[in-house]
């Protein structure tokens, strides 16, 4: 297996048309496993993590695809609230100073704990090659389990996500408290100034996917400009359609029944968390 450590974005690109089977590696915490137990024998590794670019954020905010989930909950948090939540679920402490969302992205597990979030949040994923760059919106860039829309010469270089506009959570629900794979996962972001909601289920289908018919109720269901507590009625109901996007099968983490139910509970939760923010938030005005 050879091991290639370009020094800049430019090599890198190059690498990687010339060898388009080398597998781009940062943190290393799912590539490595693999290759721990055999699961993936690449004729190459592409390593990523030397190039500066990669490394950093702006305001925008454009996060590179190598900077780790603890950068992202440290100094990202005030601005992308969801994104920290679910970042802050990621493995353990080491992972978390490894993992990066670019690492997510490029695994495109249904399980991932960042899709959700970004879905959410109406993230674009930039990517290059030799040829030039593309943005991919995120609710394109998943194609199937562990499919993503990389063309074989591309890399993923940053990802766009505009900062939170409203109150934004994360749900994650796993066989226990810490270094788990999520059973599901719900993400919820609220837009107050455009009167709608964003909302996506992880680890419940082929791949992570946005709740379209559930945001659809709530735009219509709530109202942004004098925001009161919310009724029940319309948790149950934002819980039940949550729960009808999701499409899950059963497995060893739990069974689909077992997620429909846990996606609606999520759902509501989250819902009354966010939209308790902006009440909140309205009185402090007021």
């Not at 500066?52 to 989930?69: C, F, K, N």
């Not at 949040?121 to 998943?142: C, H, K, L, N, Q």
């Not at 939760?269 to 966010?274: D, M, S, V």
Request: aromatic share 6%; proline share 7%; hydrophobic share 45%.
């Amino acid at each position: 297996m050879d091991f290639l450590r370009p020094e800049t974005l430019a090599e890198a690109l190059e690498l990687k048309a010339s060898m388009p089977d080398a597998v781009p590696i940062a943190g290393g915490t799912d590539v490595m496993v693999e290759l721990n137990y055999d699961h993936r024998r690449p004729s190459a590794l592409l390593d990523l993590t030397r190039i500066p670019e990669l490394q950093q954020w702006s305001d925008g905010l454009r996060v590179g695809a190598g900077v780790p989930y603890v950068r992202i909950i440290d100094e990202l948090g005030a601005q992308l609230p969801g994104l920290a939540m679910a970042s802050r679920t990621v493995g353990s402490p080491q992972i978390r100073n490894r993992g990066t969302v670019g690492g997510n992205l490029g695994a495109a597990s249904p399980a991932g704990d960042t899709h959700p979030v970004l879905l959410a949040s109406d993230a674009v994923i930039e990517v290059a090659s030799v040829r030039g760059t593309r943005m991919i919106p995120a609710a394109d860039f998943y194609l199937g389990v562990k499919r993503n829309a990389l063309e074989q010469d591309e890399l993923i270089v940053a990802v766009h996500l505009a900062p939170a506009k409203g109150p934004q959570q994360f749900s994650k629900v796993g066989t226990r408290n810490a270094m788990v794979i999520a059973v599901c996962s719900f993400a919820i972001s609220l837009f107050p100034e455009e009167n709608r909601v964003g909302a996506a289920v992880g680890s419940a289908a082929p791949t992570p996917r946005r709740a379209l018919e559930a945001e659809e109720f709530l735009a219509s269901a709530l109202d942004f400009k004098a925001p009161k507590p919310l009724l029940d009625s319309v948790k149950r109901e934002f819980g039940e359609l949550v729960s009808q996007a999701a499409s899950p099968i059963d497995d060893v983490r739990g069974s689909a029944a077992y997620r429909k139910h846990a996606l609606a509970v999520m759902a509501r939760r989250t819902l009354g968390w966010a939209w308790q923010q902006l009440v909140d938030g309205e009185k402090a005005c007021a």
